[in-house]
């Protein structure tokens, strides 16, 4: 089992700048993709930026030069770190985890990862 916990969302004015961490917990050692999704109002959940378990990110069009992901492996967190948010960027962000396939990359699909945090609410203002 993995436990995952996010924080630090909150409202921001567009243009602004947030940083979101998600500690995770029980995942004994285990290879793991980790992602950030987000579910905008009457919108589906849609990945933004994924990661694999040597440090090789991925990142969606619609963020990327704007959001990236960093973990700090001596805390066992992942932090989503989001430059120049816009309206649209507005969303419950959520972190996920799967174990990391052996022979290809990270998936990109919310169906495929098992566990997720709670999520935290993302405003962005004009």
């Known amino acids: 089992q993995v436990q995952l916990a996010e924080s630090g969302g909150g409202s921001v004015q567009a243009g602004g700048s947030l940083r979101l961490s998600c500690g995770a917990s029980?995942?004994?050692?285990?290879?793991?993709?980790m992602a950030w999704f987000r579910q905008g109002p009457s919108k589906e959940r849609e990945g933004v930026v994924f990661i694999n378990s040597a440090g090789g990110i991925m990142t969606e069009s619609s963020v990327k030069g704007r959001f990236t992901t960093f973990q700090n492996t001596a805390k066992n967190t992942l932090y989503l770190q989001m430059n120049n948010l816009k309206l649209e960027d507005t969303a419950v962000y959520y972190c996920?985890?799967?174990?990391?396939?052996?022979?290809?990359?990270?998936?990109?699909?919310?169906?495929?990862?098992?566990?997720w945090g709670q999520g935290t609410q993302v405003t962005v203002s004009s």
């Open positions: 029980g995942n004994n050692f285990r290879r793991l993709c």
């Open positions: 996920a985890a799967v174990e990391e396939p052996k022979f290809s990359n990270c998936p990109h699909s919310s169906a495929q990862y098992n566990y």
